[in-house]
């Protein structure tokens, strides 16, 4: 394939690859983009540079490897030998609960979607759909027990706690079930009180799940069937948005839209708003599009399909819907191109140092999509009076073992804040949850 340069594109006789590299208009060599906290962002033309498909081989952590979190820090193993931990859950008592579930490759192809996004040791059979409960009861930070808490569950990955309710956000619907804190068993039968559309393009299969202060309400993310819509927008139906319904499962309402897959949502301490880490698309060049973090606003769009970064409009569907290019909100932070970034737990405890109060950690899966690897770390966003500060530090990083042959020791995603202020992180291509705490 010639290469493609942000000037010329020589088209005319060419046999177009799978990647279908088409012209770009309306830009320059770069675009900036000023973000909040003073974050410049510098958008390479569409394919600047070619698509690819450069998957990772996970080979596993070495004895007495660990990842490497900055200095003051101590890294730890949590919990060993899981099958696919991907979301974790803290329950108000420091119950630990973790969603254990996986692409699956008939999922994908029941919506006739690539495998893509899948390391070449990464699990693609079938998911173990089961949530495990950790307790620790004597304070250590280490879990005493792990216990099989539900299972038969298809693809779960949202979890959350409110009143006597135990919610479980399987890829195709929301069940309830009853529940007291502290229980470490279900006592009554689950309840689907609302369906979901099933499955969805790379991981877009999960569904997190979130609750206000004052628990009257449940956000639900869900990402899109699609890369961007190649297959029209009726398989996208009450997808790319965070849904918000009463805690029953009546009321639902589209909260925000545009947002390819708001796997991270978490509200910002001390406020009532609510932010996303969302995973943006495909195949438009190495540095294109970033995922990003933002606010999300209540009846915002966030450009998903027709835009990206505001209002770029994307190249696939050019003119299709100006309205809604102009409609599209630039979001507040931007986190890399194919970091996946997926995870998000705001830092609400004491336990760090007072850099990290108030601030963000954002679990990076990693690329598929890129040339070189990019993500595979837990990224860390700092807030200074509320407010994004305009950088963005490593925090947790070592996961990638030799870079020239794509190889990893695991990847990161899910990440949680624990009740003694302990970051917890999972990493299910190793089939691992790491803890990191201050020292002393």
């Not at 909260?255 to 949502?265: D, T």
């Not at 890399?336 to 998000?344: K, Q, Y």
């Amino acid at each position: 394939m010639m290469k493609i340069s942000t000037i010329y594109l020589l088209i005319i006789g060419l046999a177009i690859s799978a990647c279908k590299h088409k012209k770009a208009s309306n830009y320059n060599n770069t675009d900036t983009v000023a973000n909040k906290g003073d974050q410049e962002v510098k958008l390479d033309a569409p394919y600047a540079t070619k698509a690819v498909k450069n998957f990772c081989e996970v080979i596993g952590w070495p004895k007495g490897k660990m990842p490497v979190a900055p200095q003051g820090f101590t890294v730890s193993l949590y919990a060993d030998s899981l099958a696919n931990p991907r979301n974790i859950y803290v329950a108000p008592n420091g119950d630990i609960f973790v969603a254990e579930a996986n692409t699956e490759v008939t999922g994908l192809k029941k919506i006739g979607a690539d495998i893509v996004g899948i390391s070449k040791s990464q699990n693609m059979g079938k998911s173990a759909n089961k949530i495990l409960l950790f307790k620790d009861t004597n304070g250590d930070g280490q879990p005493d027990s792990k216990i099989i808490f539900l299972a038969q569950l298809n693809q779960p990955f949202g979890i959350l706690t409110l009143g006597n309710w135990f919610y479980v956000a399987n890829t195709d619907g929301l069940w309830r079930y009853p529940y007291k804190l502290g229980d470490t068993t279900v006592s009554g039968k689950g309840v689907k009180i609302l369906s979901l559309p099933a499955g969805g393009y790379n991981n877009h299969w999960t569904r997190n799940l979130l609750a206000n202060k004052a628990g009257t309400k449940i956000y639900i993310s869900v990402g899109s069937g699609t890369n961007v819509a190649e297959q029209g927008m009726a398989v996208e139906k009450r997808r790319a948005d965070i849904l918000e319904i009463n805690p029953d499962g009546s009321g639902e309402r589209v909260y925000a839209s545009g947002l390819r897959n708001p796997a991270g949502i978490d509200f910002q301490p001390g406020t009532e708003v609510l932010y996303a880490a969302v995973n943006e698309r495909d195949n438009l060049g190495d540095n294109l599009v970033p995922d990003y973090f933002t606010s999300v606003k209540d009846g915002g769009f966030y450009g998903w399909p027709w835009a990206y970064f505001g209002q770029h409009e994307d190249p696939d569907h050019k003119n299709a819907n100006p309205e809604m290019v102009k409609k599209s909100i630039v979001p507040d932070f931007a986190l890399g191109a194919h970091t996946a970034s997926l995870g998000l737990a705001f830092y609400n405890a004491e336990n760090f140092p007072e850099h990290y109060k108030n601030g963000a950690f954002i679990g990076q899966h990693g690329s598929w999509n890129s040339s070189k690897l990019v993500g595979y770390k837990v990224t860390f966003v700092p807030f200074a009076n509320g407010k994004l500060t305009g950088k963005m530090e490593d925090f947790l990083t070592g996961f990638i073992a030799d870079s020239a042959k794509a190889k990893v020791y695991g990847r990161p995603v899910g990440v949680a804040v624990a009740k003694d202020g302990s970051l917890l992180v999972a990493d299910d291509a190793a089939n691992k949850i790491w803890r990191v705490q201050a020292n002393k």
